[in-house]
């Protein structure tokens, strides 16, 4: 069965500073692999997703993963925090018919 | 606008007062299923279905039923709600089941409290 292991759940990061969530999957297959960013009291907004091709994806609002085969991972990164960046962050993968989360990572910001 | 359309937002019961969740979506999609989510145990699937009349069991699907008779709506139904089935609930929908798709539409959530 495939499954998503987020192992930080709170990630402390100052305005400015680079992020980086990590996201580690387990599939049997070729995974396919998203980022979803949940502000508080909201729905689920996809940032990113990987289904083949280059391994270093782009999504919105400047975030950016990057796939690693060997090491079942991707991580999400953005090189300069935003205030507005501070949410709640899952990592899923996509089998045939279900699509796994992540217990997501909460990303707080301070000044 | 293509949206995934969930009611109510907010609903208290009683245990054992049944109760439907709606969802809706307005983008002609296949593919629909239901989440719920808890602190610290992220988005978890309760059912999904791929087409009309074709519905199965997702990761935590006790306690709960679905039905897909037609291809935009597809309720969620608590027969006996028991208060361990408060919680956050989603609607999502997409042109085909994933992984292939290209964006999972969410519902705005409802959020269930059983008492």
């Known amino acids: 069965a495939q499954s998503v292991t987020q192992p930080d759940i709170h990630i402390t990061v100052s305005e400015g500073a680079s992020l980086e969530l990590r996201c580690n999957y387990s599939?049997?297959?070729?995974?396919?692999l998203f980022w979803y960013v949940q502000s508080p009291g909201q729905g689920l907004q996809l940032l990113l997703k990987y289904f083949s091709g280059d391994t270093l994806v782009q999504g919105i609002k400047g975030f950016e993963a990057e796939f690693k085969r060997s090491q079942s991972s991707f991580n999400l990164r953005k090189p300069s925090v935003h205030w507005s960046d501070a949410a709640e962050y899952f990592c899923?993968?996509?089998?045939?018919?279900?699509?796994?989360f992540g217990k997501g990572t909460m990303l707080l910001v301070s000044p | 606008e293509a949206q995934v359309t969930q009611n109510p937002r907010y609903l208290i019961t009683v245990t054992g007062k049944k109760l439907t969740v709606t969802c809706s979506q307005n983008?002609?999609?296949?593919?629909m299923s239901w989440y719920r989510q808890d602190p610290g145990l992220g988005l978890r699937q309760i059912y999904y279905?791929?087409?009309?009349?074709?519905?199965d069991k997702g990761d935590v699907p006790e306690g709960y039923k679905v039905s897909r008779k037609e291809k935009r709506n597809f309720p969620l139904i608590l027969e006996s709600p028991s208060p361990n089935q408060t919680s956050l609930y989603f609607c999502a929908s997409n042109p085909t089941g994933p992984p292939r798709s290209e964006k999972l539409f969410f519902g705005s959530g409802t959020q269930l409290s059983v008492l």
């Open positions: 899923a993968v996509g089998g045939y018919s279900t699509l796994t």
């Open positions: 599939y049997g297959a070729t995974p396919y």
């Open positions: 279905s791929m087409n009309v009349e074709v519905t």
């Open positions: 983008m002609n999609h296949e593919y």
